[in-house]
């Protein structure tokens, strides 16, 4: 997690800035978004809070995501789906921005086919953007780091 932390330093000195702050929904990078904001000393006066959505049954019980949002073929681990967490975890949380992932940190890939290495992150708020991760390998940990920064990373382009 060390890597992340002058990231989530540079998040948290342009949220202060700004007077903003955020809310986190993350998957396959387990609470390391969180983790690294969390981090920063005074982390409360941008950080609202987040959730681990591991499951299905997470996004229903702690995002409160109706099962009707996957009518059409939404599912996780897609641009689509990580802005809806996005945009679900700023709302819930009142919060200016919503930062969210969803992937295969590995070492196999998900039920859906996304090979190990697949991420989706997005944010919402002000602006919205997503995009998708490939790494090309397995390794769980490294994974879950290169998810965590370009999500941070992510905002960090929004903030400008």
Known sequence: MQDLLPLAARV????RARGESVA???SST???????????PGASDFYIGGAVIYTRKSSRGLMQ???EA???GLRASTEPYALLMAQTARERMRATWGIAETGASGPTGNPYGDAAGHSCVAIAGPAEKSLTIETGHGDRS??????S?????LLLE???
Do not use: H, K, Q, Y
């Open 149 to 153: 920064a370009r999500a941070l990373e």
């Open 24 to 26: 986190v929904a993350e």
């Open 30 to 40: 387990g609470g390391l978004i969180s983790a690294a904001l969390v981090a920063i």
């Open 65 to 67: 995501v109706p099962d």
């Open 142 to 147: 490294a994974n879950m780091r290169v998810f």
């Open 70 to 72: 996957f009518a059409n």
């Open 158 to 160: 929004a903030l400008g």
């Open 12 to 15: 948290a000195e342009r949220l």
